[in-house]
């Protein structure tokens, strides 16, 4: 190959000055091109732009298949004319001219916990629904739960038992029980009490309560099973006072005993526990009433209504009436004083006689005993 420095030379300059328009518009071409510098109208005419290597896949735009329909927007239904006006709808707080400040918006929530509400009050029960004004005065108090299975659900506060004539038996001090409890008390009252006091000619005014609800153990011993007392489910009673200011011990054995048998016989009918005198020494004062539940329905009724106590006759003698005559003191005869002036001379003449007997004469010895054995000794002590 012939790369002399003159046939180069005359060969770049044919070249050159032969194609010099070509490659200069070819280049320009080809940097608008690359660049995007052409013009919107250029581009429209010649077609979309595919860059200089032209359509190099095939690509192409899609073909439009059919006729294109343009569908309606729905439009709202006009505002009726009796409509009030859309200012009306505002609150007074976001209407123009109000005095009311505008509620204030929630404040964005926080990574802090919130205090939850306070669960809504539990629904009365069917006995406490029934426990009415009209039968007893017993507000509900919030349950008790304690160490061991102390307390309960259900708690009233047995303040007064009405009657049915509208008269209230104040319980002295008020009692918390269950509302199951409350309402045998006050049945018991209305329907078996009420009706005895009046045979003493008056009516029933306190119950005496000796104890209710308690958290302890049975009769206060340690480690003993739990009391209904502790459940809120006894009573204690001990006495009753009527209108006259009479008061009625139910275990005071100068009580009538026909009282006591009608209280003994109300009580273990309504009750399923009722301890009294006799049953186990600490029910002596008292009589426990409650309403555990055993099974088979059993009751437990231990009260020993005793006699009343014998009269006992007066230590003292009963004192001389004033009309009773004088007592009189009859007077010493001389024929009873001679003898007795006798005998008094008798007695010196015997103590004298020892002194008049002689030195020589011994003494009479007594005469001696067999001791005893000491078997007989210590039977002989005995009584």
Known sequence: M???????????????????????????????ALLGLQTEPATAARGPVLGPWGNLFGASQPKRRGTVHHSAVPLPKPRPAEAPSPESDKPESDKPGSDQPAEKTAPAPTGKPTQQASPAAPEPSACRLALTEQIAIAPSIPDIHGAGGCGGEDLVRLEAIVLPDKQKVSVKPAAILRCKMATAIAEWV???????????????????????????????????SLSEH???????????KL????????????????????????????????????????????????????RNNYRICQWNVYDPLPQVAPLLPAERPEEAP???VAAKSETTAKPDAARSEGAKSEEAEPDSVGADVAPAKPEPTTPQPAKKRRQNRRF
């Not at 009722?274 to 002596?284: A, I, K, Q, T």
Request: hydrophobic residues 40%.
């Open 2 to 32: 012939n790369c002399s420095a003159e046939k180069a030379s005359r060969k770049w300059v044919i070249g050159a000055f032969g194609r010099t328009g070509t490659v200069m518009v070819t280049v320009a071409a080809l940097a608008l």
């Open 190 to 224: 209305r329907g078996d009490i009420a009706p005895l006091a009046q045979g003493f000619g008056s009516t029933i005014s306190d119950l005496d309560n000796f104890d209710s609800f308690e958290c302890r153990g049975r009769n206060r011993v340690v480690g003993a």
């Open 230 to 240: 502790g459940r809120a489910n006894a009573l204690d009673v001990r006495a009753f």
């Open 243 to 294: 209108a006259n200011g009479k008061s009625i011990s139910l275990t005071d054995r100068t009580v009538s005993r026909e009282v006591r048998e009608t209280v003994l016989h109300s009580v273990c009918a309504r009750f399923s526990t009722v301890l009294g005198p006799g049953s186990d020494w600490y029910h002596e004062d008292h009589i426990h009433l409650d309403l555990m539940e055993r």
């Open 326 to 328: 004088p007592r009189e």
